[in-house]
């Protein structure tokens, strides 16, 4: 009966607080909807890089505060959520990236958003009221395009940190100081300057960090020469922007006259292209300097250059077996007019032959100057290398008719260099010019030579079996036709019609062995189309002059033309894969390298590198899927490409910053890495990302960490003692919180404190100054406990001098009160705080106490309980979050570097002296002969919710244990069920909280159980 009585007076309780509920949702007015102020109506936008931005949180209920802010990204056609973050609280709430949510949907595994395509942004705040028919506001939206793969994009950013400190170097690394009086600045396009790098007249440079620009701008660069001309060699700037994202801009070398200035836009992967005077909006048209690594990569690849200062390189060739030693060749690398250099394996480049053209080439691109050497096979019994080339009937004489060869080269000192050239094969009187030449030389798994020849701009001789253009021939190392080559004959002598393979191709520049079905595939340039085929014996691939005819046995045809160039496989019969997981083996990667010396970015079909599936069967299942495309100003490409032991390794072809000379030394070797994002988290194991499942509801965050309840308490991060899938923390626990978007309340400001943008600022950076925020008590019976988190900022001074939170007694102080950072009771460095205080100090000056100058120190009644120097600058203006967690005899401090990373300042440091009091919370400031800016927002306390009526951070239907089993009864199963628990001395049976399982535990379960709940 006392059961059924209780359970009476249970529901009587629940139906009154639902009825509270009900009268609080129903006064509750939810958040006004956001005004969004970026993505910028009108703007087209970098795919890569989407801002999103909204005004200040604004409440129409009082008291009401900003907790977190959903942002979501749809696609238009069709409607469907493809990016979100969820309730993200911190600076995130109004002005997020990319970055900090997840892809999803058809979107999933992606980096970027889709160029050319439409979306919409959606965006609602959330409020701390708590009742959930009213905390959310209304959605806003605003629709979107992204522009095409082929647009340049300008840099934006709103800041720049000062930590890291921003550098300026030489591109070999060494610090570079400008003359004195010389200024590098970074300036947004409306005017507002982000960053000063200033020559000194002591030597080195004055960096200026002036504060953050209203809104993202487009970057800009002036150079501006001192009262002495300045000569500048090309330099980095590198620095990381307010989003915490690491920059370089590519500054040109360049000469000025005294106060002359030079200007540059800066795109968006920190090419420099030349300013004019007056221009307002970025020009991209004049490259200045491009930037070291120009290729934009699909999600699960990166790029990275690993050799430089090649000339026109337009094949690579790896040894097959290289040798161990660091000094081993690894691969040769091409180049088109003449040389053939050797990348060891300790990436030393040195030249393996010179001078093999015995004519001058033009050097007209496009036109007669794209004719040379243009490829090599590594012999993989020997490492002797077979190259194609052209040659001049007459030596030095490029108008004489050039004709196609192959010549083998020796080495008598391990592949490091040519010691002798033997001409194999000869076609002769065969003519060939620019392109359509002698190409692409392969072993195949037979270990005979295969050898690609173009027509020569004589589509009739791809048909003619007495010449070799537009053919693949088959031969032995010597030159020799195999007689089971299949228009080979005794009867009329042996004879060029002997060697061929295949016919019928116009220019069959790129080739490579697939091993899983022993198949030569081949990249042709056709007039306007291009054709990817599979080489068969005997078979004519029919070109006959037209683009019909390039449809002739294509497994694919690029319409219109994209000048495919060359082509590899990822196969575990090469370097183990590359690198690539299994899934990737026998995918074929194409370079396209659009129209010859074309200035400007590529796309998904121009100067890009493409993924192709092919089935075992020779048919093909998937592709083109682009994994990297140019992005630079200049007219780099993708020409070369072959699988090496850690990726694919291609080249750029063209010098990136000298697009005025074609033929200019300088281009790239560059490695493809397989380099896939790791997945998002999916802690609970669902198959969903962490994101999405909060999103959607599938999982809560009571504590707001990002991560869902069940994880938390799966991991042991939070207790669930009464198992209701809610942390305990949030069972037990209230959070008060203060985000100062629209207002200071419920903290006063005192001196110099302001609200400034949505944070407190206690000071500005001014000597001598002190600014407080006060709240009043959170309960005015005596502090036994407190749980505070907040964000600050100290920096953009000279240095000094430091920040407190304090807790003290509201008997002795007031809310007007004004302190330092030593705490209440002081306005200056000395004398230490006064009695009825609880400090912490964030103190960045030794005022000679011994602090030191970047200490974190806890004082109690005026009395040092403890110093720490944090692994970071505290002066570095980045905000850090901190911690603070008083149990009424430790304290408990931890905070975060500018990586976000927690550090444990304190681990429960006993507090000897302190007197319990009804404590003002607040933070003070102060500013001394040196100054700083010190900041704070996102304060938060911790007070006793309404499941923990004695607040002591117990949920209270877990300090009644009589319904062990949780079936709503108190009976014999629940001795049963602690019984079992108990005897397995499982921390469930510890009922009475004191950390062991233990017969204590027994006389509290059977005291609540003999009285039907509890006592």
Known sequence: MRVSLQFLAKAVRVLTVAAAVSTAAAQNQPPLAPVITEPIVGRIINPADLHMETGPFSDPNPGDTHVCTDWEVWTVTP??????????????????????????????????LLPDTQYTLRVRHRDSSGVAATEWSAWSTRDFTT????????????????TPTPTLRETSGVSYALAS?????????????????????????????PAALAAHEHIKVQVQAGAESLTLPKTDLAFTNGQGVAVVIYLPALSLAPGAVASYWVSSNGSTFVALPGQTQPDFSTLARGASVAWTTASDFSAE????????????????????EPDAPAFYVVELYGQIKVVRRNGVVSDYATGLLNFNPTGNFPGSGEQGVACAAVDPTNGDLFVTLLYSEINGDETSPHHPAVDRFTSTDGGITAATRTRVLDLTPEVQGQSHQISNITFGPDGYLYVHVGDGFDANSSQLLTQARGKVLRMTRTGQAISTNPFYSTSDGLNRTDLIFARGLRNPFGGAWRYSDAAHYMVEN????????????????GYNGSDASMATFALYNWNPSTAPVNITFVQPEVFGGSGFPASYYGRAYVTQSGGTYGIGPGSNTYKVITEWQ???????????????????????????IAAGPDGLYFSDFYKEDSFTNPIARGSNILRLRYSPPPPPPDCNGNGVPDATDLANGTSRDCDGNGIPDECDIAAGRATDCNGNGVPDSCDTQTLLLANFNTAAAPFQLNGNAALVNGAVRLTTATGNLIGTAIRPPLSQSPMSRLNASFDFRIGNGSGADGMCFAAFDSTRYTQSALFSEEGPGTTSNTPPSGPGTLVVQFDTYDNGGGEGENTIEIMSNGVTMGRYTPSFDME????????????????????????????????????????????LLGFGGRTGGATNEHWLDNVAFAVPGPNDANANGIPDDCEC??????????DGGDVEAFYLVWIAGLSQADVNFDGGVDGADVARFFEAWEAGGCP
Request: hydrophobic content about 35%.
């Open 79 to 112: 409607s469907q959520r493809v990016w979100v973050t969820a309730c993200i609280g911190g600076v995130e709430r109004l002005h997020t990236h990319l970055g900090d949510g997840v892809f999803e949907n058809s979107h999933a595994g992606r980096r970027t």
């Open 147 to 162: 522009g095409a793969a082929t647009a340049t994009f300008p840099l934006e950013t709103d800041d720049v940190r000062t």
């Open 181 to 209: 009086g010389a200024v590098v600045r970074v300036r947004g396009d409306a005017g507002g300057v982000l960053l000063d790098v200033t020559g000194r007249v002591s030597g080195g440079n004055q960096i200026t960090n």
């Open 305 to 324: 250059i690993v050799a430089t200062g090649f000339q026109l390189p337009v094949n690579i060739a790896f040894v097959p077996n290289p040798r161990p």
């Open 526 to 541: 056709g007039p306007s189309v291009d054709r990817f085929s599979r080489l068969v014996s005997g078979r004519n691939y």
């Open 614 to 640: 092919i089935d075992s069967t020779g048919v093909l299942t998937s592709g083109p899927r682009p994994v990297a495309y140019y992005n630079g100003g200049g007219a780099s490409s993708a020409v070369a």
């Open 876 to 919: 570095d203006y980045v905000y850090h979050h901190a911690t603070v967690l008083f149990d009424g005899e430790t304290i408990s401090v931890r905070v975060t570097n500018a990586s976000g990373v927690w550090e444990t300042a304190f681990d429960h440091l006993p507090v000897t002296n302190y007197t319990p009091f009804a404590a």
């Open 961 to 970: 244990p009589a319904d062990f089993n949780r079936d709503g009864g108190v």
